[in-house]
């Protein structure tokens, strides 16, 4: 098989990045490891900053997204036992929209199958070989049979467990992380939202997220030891916990039931450099990670793939490889800022295990300060709806 640009991963990044090379007569083949079904059963994140939600209107994927997603103009903060907003809207006059990303990776789907893209799943031992050279390829395995894809460049969105970034000489990559000592234990009910809102909490017990799905699901975290096991977190453990780390106007609110999902999430930050190598090119989870705190995950993948897209787009116009040659530059750029970003969210919310009442006063007044300063909030408000691309 023959293609322009070989993708390894059908989550939404490869999925976004294939739809929009696609429209502009770019050839693609998306190379997923796990079956559909499972990919759309992945439950993530679902803060979508102002430019993914304009990039997924750009590939024509954001209709459902904008009939059914929730605009988000603020969010709340909470410490000492009170809350306050920060007007995303009044500050700057922008938002970010509420949408589950297993509803982007459906729409997506739908979008590839209508023309015709090419998606093959269940997919084993998928190797790159010669991206350091001018002719690049693909080899897996699918029900016992090898095959092989022949391509100009290769995307690398397969995530931190990938083959993609092994790819990459250790002598040429370069890894950097940061590991956090605690993890978030979180569960999705089927539960009206305590606020129309996101719920940021500091609280000397440790971190709590108030989220939500839609009106009636909501997804709840506190922060819990990693290595907790679930059977120790009953459902009633895990509200009476919430409610202990919210202001109480927000618990005396609070609607509790059956879970219906839930799990611990470790936290790190991570990131590697370069970004490209040869003709492969690293993309979202491949080549960095970050806490949830921010809601930069899937967003940081988009802008990935917004400046890879535009590159490769611009190379087969004829309008020169500027983009391809800056591809790693440019989205480390961006990186580095976001992953800022998410890592003094953690720092500032969560609390540590060596942690001392001098510490927790120092957050505590941290978010004060933050309270009272317009120049403090915008910074927060431009950070959150996220940068320009």
Excluded at 183 to 191: D, P
Excluded at 253 to 266: C, Q
């Amino acid at each position: 098989m023959r293609t322009q640009v070989c993708i390894i991963g059908g989550g939404p990044s490869g999925l976004l990045l294939s739809q929009l090379l696609h429209l502009q007569g770019i050839d693609t083949v998306v190379l997923e490891r796990k079956s559909r079904a499972y990919v759309l059963s992945r439950i993530r994140a679902g803060v979508l900053e102002t430019g993914l939600c304009d990039l997924l209107r750009k590939a024509g994927v954001g209709d459902r997204m904008d009939r059914e997603g929730y605009v988000h103009t603020g969010t709340l903060l909470a410490a000492a036992g009170r809350q306050f907003r920060i007007d995303f809207d009044g500050l700057i006059g922008k938002s970010v929209m509420v949408y589950g990303q297993t509803e982007v990776t459906k729409d997506l789907y739908e979008a590839r199958a209508k023309m015709d893209g090419v998606v093959i799943h269940d997919v084993d031992g998928t190797q790159i070989h010669g991206a350091e050279t001018d002719a690049p390829y693909v080899t897996y395995t699918r029900d016992g049979t090898e095959y092989r894809i022949d391509c100009d460049w290769v995307a690398g969105c397969d995530g931190f467990h990938g083959v993609s970034r092994k790819t990459i000489p250790d002598t040429v990559l370069r890894e950097y992380e940061k590991v956090y000592p605690f993890g978030w234990l979180g569960i999705l009910s089927e539960t009206p939202p305590v606020n129309h809102e996101l719920i940021y909490a500091n609280h000397e017990r440790g971190f709590a997220l108030c989220s939500m799905r839609n009106e009636n699901l909501s997804r709840y975290y506190v922060q819990a030891p990693v290595d907790d096991p679930l059977e120790k977190w009953s459902d009633d453990a895990f509200w009476d916990e919430l409610r202990l780390r919210l202001p109480a106007e927000a618990a005396e609110t609070l609607v509790t039931g059956p879970s219906i999902e839930k799990s611990i999430a470790p936290l790190r930050s991570f990131i590697a450099e370069p970004m490209r190598w040869g003709r492969l090119f690293l993309v979202g989870d491949a080549a960095h990670i970050v806490p949830p705190t921010g809601a930069k995950g899937l967003n940081l993948a988009a802008s990935d793939v917004h400046y890879l897209s535009e590159a490769l787009i611009a190379l087969y116009k004829g309008d020169g490889d500027d983009g391809v040659e800056g591809y790693s530059a440019n989205a480390l750029a961006r990186v580095w800022k976001a992953s800022r970003f998410s890592w003094w969210m953690t720092s500032t919310l969560h609390r540590f295990p060596t942690q001392t009442t001098f510490d927790q006063n120092m957050q505590e007044a941290e978010l004060a300060y933050l309270e009272n300063s317009t120049a403090a909030q915008t910074a927060l408000a431009e950070n959150y709806v996220g940068l320009p691309y």
